[in-house]
């Protein structure tokens, strides 16, 4: 009789703690840890003067990068091209 009486006050008290909301958390704040979009590999068709287009896969910043150095570059010959055809040379 005791251990009925035992298990019953057992089932009512674990039922009494299921009621009861639990206790507010300190929220803490919410990180991403997926990648940036600055670090997600770009893939692309590069003509390296083959006749087969070769598949380059870089981040999208190596892209840019790899874009501006370009655009330096050509800024820089198309000076030095119009320094020497205003030197009297043939263009």
């Given at each position: ?8 006050a ?20 919410i ?15 590069v ?33 030095w ?11």
């Amino acid at each position: 009789m005791r251990i009925v009486q035992f298990i019953i006050a057992a089932a009512a008290s674990s039922a009494a703690m299921a009621q009861q909301p639990p206790a507010p958390a300190a929220q803490q704040p919410i990180t991403v840890t997926g990648q940036a979009d600055e670090d997600k590999p770009v893939c692309k068709l590069v003509e390296t003067g083959s006749l087969i287009a070769r598949k380059v896969c870089l981040p999208k910043s190596e892209w840019a990068r790899a874009e501006h150095n370009t655009d330096d570059s050509m800024k820089t010959m198309r000076d030095w091209q119009r320094v020497r055809c205003n030197m009297g040379t043939t263009c």
